[in-house]
């Protein structure tokens, strides 16, 4: 007991034996986030600063000049930026609020009602968390394909609806909710659906939550569909325009690029700064066991 | 009468029975069809087309092993690097990054709140900007002429003469990519081993001391990690899926797959090679087989570790 003086773990106050942790976490959260500082500054860099020779970090003379390049270009094929930008939205809304809803409602079935298969599909989809979609490109071409989404939005959206992670997090939250609750909903008289609307949902708000950042930071960043299964120029998405550009980027158009790239992080951060909070609660409950 | 009412009720519980099954299925319906559709099927495709011949364009023919008898023996490239180079970047990428944020995640549970929240904000960045963003700040980080950061640092230090070609050279591009992957690997695994730390009760440390444990590296073998073992878990399935799923890295960072000299090629590099580029898509599943079953191998070693046991 003598050695014992209180756990140190999320302590309340300061005390100098913290300080070795301060000492190597700042320096190494500003390492980390230094390039992400780099490229935002970059991005409103005069023409003049960008070709400053040493390099700086900080712009001295900020401009919009960069954004204003970038929606002024329209490239080779005629697609205004705004259409990529427009496409990119619709996709990622419509995508995370069709992911919402069938995670309450597959996370709820798989929770707290008795059938014959559940054990099987909790453990597939727990199979499936570690799911690599990027092997198997190639059979997921071809069912899109064989089901004529080639080349529609559908092609965008339905592939990245079914989040394995999302209803693994949110089956966790539901797991929580005490089934006396539920039963007292039904001897009420109310169905599933008022049961997913007024107990379900208000009860797994972290997790719901967390399900909405991660699904659109899959959805907003992915160039999957835009490069295989989409053959208009019109319909692809503004990752894989911007990724375009930047990787076929002349040193001239290093502003704009990093404009680009910061069009792409800013609805990211935003999201995820928001949501926070519920994200670290929901992580509590997020062991496999 | 007695008997006429008991079949009556169980008619009518099992009609109750049976709406409850519809409604049981109607909710499962829309996740379980897209995951069927989009994961399950795909996988079992994989599967069966790594049996075949297939251009696309022709119907897919048998071919048995073929395909992977060929990936062994004769896949040059394969064998010399993609699968060296795989090897080496899942082993760092994932159980390295995998230890870094652990050690981080504790870290930043000894401090207070606040900047922790902030610290592990910064530290979480990385983790979401994105593909183009990684690209954008890379290429420009370890560009090979003289206006690259780590190429000018180093010539205003006098440590070089002449610029490094940092993603051209295969002597650099592997460690380059293996140093931004881990970089940006501080993801939801990170976030949940933070907040498996935090929720540990208090109480476990005590009696631990009382029962003699002495210092802190102590603690962490002894209370920390076995009293988080399923965050441990989630964290290591997401470490080992993230590292296989930035196979894109050497291709954006250099600009074309494959990437030069085959140094920075990747298993995945290697799928996309012949499934999108030479369309051979019953060798391409092939090697996706392969993917899946290294990614399966390392997720087993991960619930070895520690899956609980019942």
Request: glycine share 6%; hydrophobic share 55%.
């Amino acid at each position: 007991m003598a050695n014992f003086q209180g756990s140190k773990i999320n302590p309340k106050s300061f005390s100098t034996s913290q300080l070795k942790f301060y000492f190597i976490l700042v320096p190494l959260a500003i390492f980390m986030i230094l390039p992400v500082v780099f490229i935002i500054n970059q991005a409103f860099k005069p023409l003049g600063e960008l070709f400053a020779f040493p390099p700086t970090l900080f712009v001295k003379d900020p401009t919009m000049e960069n954004f204003r390049d970038l929606f002024g270009l329209s490239g080779i094929t005629g697609v205004p930026m705004s259409r990529y930008l427009f496409n990119s939205f619709f996709i990622a809304i419509t995508t995370v609020c069709l992911n919402l809803i069938i995670t309450i409602t597959g996370a709820y079935a798989l929770s707290k009602k008795k059938f014959k298969l559940k054990g099987t599909l909790l453990n597939m989809n727990q199979m499936a968390l570690m799911f690599v979609a990027t092997a198997v490109s190639v059979p997921r071409y071809i069912v899109i394909v064989q089901t004529g989404l080639i080349n529609s939005w559908f092609a965008h959206i339905l592939p990245l609806i079914a989040m394995p992670v999302g209803l693994f997090l949110v089956k966790q939250f539901v797991d929580q909710i005490p089934d006396a609750l539920i039963e007292a909903a039904v001897m009420d008289g109310a169905n599933d659906w008022t049961i997913v609307r007024k107990v379900i949902i208000p009860l797994t708000k972290p997790a719901l939550a967390t399900s909405i950042v991660l699904t659109f930071q899959t959805v907003w960043n992915a160039t999957e569909a835009s490069n295989n299964f989409i053959t208009s120029d019109a319909m692809r998405t503004l990752a894989f325009y911007l990724n375009s550009i930047s990787t076929n980027n002349t040193i001239a158009a290093s502003g704009m690029v990093a404009a680009a790239a910061v069009i792409l992080f800013l609805p990211n951060l935003i999201i995820f700064i928001m949501m926070q909070s519920q994200v670290m609660n929901t992580m509590t409950h997020s062991g496999i066991k | 009468m007695n008997q006429i009412s008991a079949v009556y009720r169980n008619k009518r519980v099992k009609k109750m029975n049976h709406s409850k099954n519809i409604n049981t299925f109607l909710l499962l319906l829309p996740y379980g069809s897209l995951f069927f559709i989009f994961i399950l099927i795909p996988v079992v495709m994989a599967i069966g087309l790594s049996f075949t011949y297939f251009d696309v364009i022709n119907k897919p023919s048998f071919v048995g092993f073929l395909n992977y008898i060929t990936l062994i023996t004769q896949d040059h490239v394969f064998l010399k690097n993609v699968l060296p180079n795989t090897i080496k970047y899942a082993v760092i990428v994932g159980p390295g990054g995998y230890a870094l944020s652990f050690l981080l995640a504790w870290m930043l549970a000894q401090v207070q709140p606040i900047p922790r929240t902030i610290l592990s904000l910064a530290i979480y960045t990385p983790s979401m900007v994105g593909q183009v963003f990684v690209g954008v700040i890379w290429k420009a980080v370890f560009s090979g002429d003289q206006r690259g950061i780590v190429n000018s640092f180093l010539m205003g230090l006098g440590l070089i003469d002449a610029p490094i070609p940092f993603l051209l050279s295969s002597d650099y591009l592997m460690n380059v990519m293996i140093f931004i992957s881990l970089w940006s690997s501080m993801g939801i695994g990170f976030l949940a081993m933070i907040s498996g730390i935090l929720n540990i009760n208090e109480e476990l440390y005590e009696a631990a001391y009382v029962d003699g444990i002495k210092n802190r590296f102590q603690e962490i073998i002894y209370i920390t990690i076995p009293s988080m073992k399923p965050q441990m878990l989630f964290g290591a399935v997401m470490a080992i899926v993230n590292a296989f799923n930035m196979g894109w890295i050497g291709v954006t960072l250099t600009g074309g797959n494959p990437t030069p000299g085959y140094a920075g090629q990747l298993i995945t590099n290697h799928v996309d090679d012949y499934g999108f580029l030479r369309y051979e898509m019953g060798y391409a599943a092939a090697i996706s087989v392969v993917l899946l079953i290294m990614v399966w191998l390392f997720s087993k070693i991960a619930h070895a570790l520690f899956g609980e046991k019942d």
